[in-house]
């Protein structure tokens, strides 16, 4: 984790927000969404209070809400499964529409798209505020299992290797005349699926010969340590503390 990576989703900025350190951000994202799935379906209010926490935190870290918006369009799947359930779920039916719905299908719906969306939303924007390469330094510091952040790491890193390789093995089938047209062709493309593994395979074995003849021994040095603030945990940890408050009120409330 010595060097950068870039990702799609982050969006460089010098915002307040930017600026905190990557497990203070993680811890904050994974308590909010915790409080999120906590909250009672029937608190609708609740859900609106925070929609407006994010949209705030959006606005203070300077990130356009488009941008946000077009990155929720990941959840579509779960979408469409929610939109399903007032009609495949049972028990007491309700009319809208001119449309037969189950009423628990259609609290269902709303619970899963709510959740859903707000815990999304909450973690492209953790992605679009903190670099690759820091949100892995953050989950280290949060104590998380070196050997998952080195895997993660590497898998990062190598992805963009393996998508390489895959563009030059295209590239050297169209040079000689392939296009994959129908099933007569998908031996060509499983032995070209075949050829890759063996080639990664090969190429894991060589980084791993190289980092061990260069001291590896399972563990990976701490260029950066990065630390944080009392001031700055307590400004990371606004969010997710409003939202508790918004969660124990809906709770209160009947």
């Keep these: 984790m010595g060097a950068g990576h870039a990702h799609k989703l982050y969006r460089e900025g010098r915002s307040p927000v930017h600026a905190l350190p990557p497990h203070c951000k993680i811890a904050a ?10 909250t009672p379906r029937e608190a609708v209010w609740a859900f609106g209070a925070y929609a407006v926490l994010l949209a705030g935190v959006v606005a203070v870290a300077r990130i356009p809400a488009g941008y946000v918006l077009r990155r929720l369009l990941i959840e579509i799947p779960f979408v469409a499964f929610a939109v399903l359930m007032p009609f495949i779920a049972e028990g007491p039916r309700v009319e809208a529409l001119g449309m037969s719905l189950s009423e628990s299908g259609l609290w269902s719906a709303w619970n899963i ?3 859903g969306t707000l815990g999304v939303a909450a973690s492209v924007l ?22 998952l952040v080195q895997i993660a790491s590497f ?10 390789e895959m563009r030059r093995m295209r590239i050297a089938r169209q040079s000689r005349g392939f296009e994959a047209r129908g ?8 032995s070209s699926a075949g050829a890759l593994f063996i080639r990664s395979y090969e190429r894991g074995e060589r980084v791993h010969l190289a980092m061990v003849s260069r001291g590896y021994t399972g563990t990976m040095p701490v260029i950066d340590d990065v630390t944080a603030s009392r001031a700055q945990w307590l400004y990371a940890a606004a969010l997710p503390l409003t939202a508790l408050v918004v969660c124990l009120t809906g709770w209160m409330l009947p």
């Design 29 to 38: 994202v994974f308590c909010f969404v915790l409080v999120v799935v906590s």
């Design 113 to 115: 798209l709510a959740k």
């Design 126 to 147: 953790l992605a679009s505020t903190t670099e690759l390469r820091a949100l892995l330094l953050g989950l280290e510091r949060l104590r998380m299992p070196s050997l």
């Design 155 to 164: 898998m990062i890193r190598y992805g963009d290797v393996i998508s390489d």
């Design 183 to 190: 099933v007569r062709h998908w031996g060509v493309l499983a």
